[in-house]
């Protein structure tokens, strides 16, 4: 499958591969796994999307600000394969942190925004684990964070 045809075909935009702002790289390949460091929730506008789950916002702001981690995520990928997405076998695996009140249940729910924006443009190669976690802050306030593995061919 082509994954830079099927980025096109949905007319998805990527945002800009943002560097680290701390002590971290962004990417790191280990053997055949590609790690990448955790993504905030950021607008197309390039703002934060901030505040609690449960709260500030609702579940589906939520889905939509961990769909923005996604894309962002597949941004760092692309950077780290020097714009080759054909170097990618698979996504292995998605941890999303959800900034969310203490009675909050549905942080699955939320982290189904980056799931699904992995698997509609890699398809099954898309297919991961995952692991929806929350927290009751994230950096600059924001209300999700993902980080992600992939599989290298």
Not at 102 to 127: H, L, R, Y
Request: charged share 25%; proline share 3%; net charge neutral.
């Amino acid at each position: 499958m082509d994954f830079d045809k099927k980025i096109l075909e949905l007319n998805i935009k990527l945002p800009d591969a943002k560097a680290p702002v701390g002590s971290y790289v962004a990417t790191k390949v280990v053997g055949k796994l590609l790690f990448i460091s955790g993504q905030i929730s950021i607008n197309e506008k390039g703002e934060l999307i901030k505040g609690k789950i449960g709260k500030d916002l609702s579940t589906e702001d939520g889905y939509n600000a961990a769909k923005r981690c996604g894309l962002s995520i597949i941004s760092q990928v692309k950077n780290a394969c020097d714009n080759d997405l054909s170097k990618i076998k698979s996504c292995a695996k998605l941890t999303g942190f959800v900034n969310s009140t203490d009675n909050f249940i549905e942080q699955p729910k939320v982290i189904n925004g980056a799931s699904d924006i992995i698997t509609s443009i890699f398809g099954d190669a898309g297919m991961h684990t995952r692991a929806a976690v929350s927290t009751n802050s994230l950096p600059l306030g924001v209300s999700v964070e993902v980080d992600a593995i992939f599989e290298l061919n």
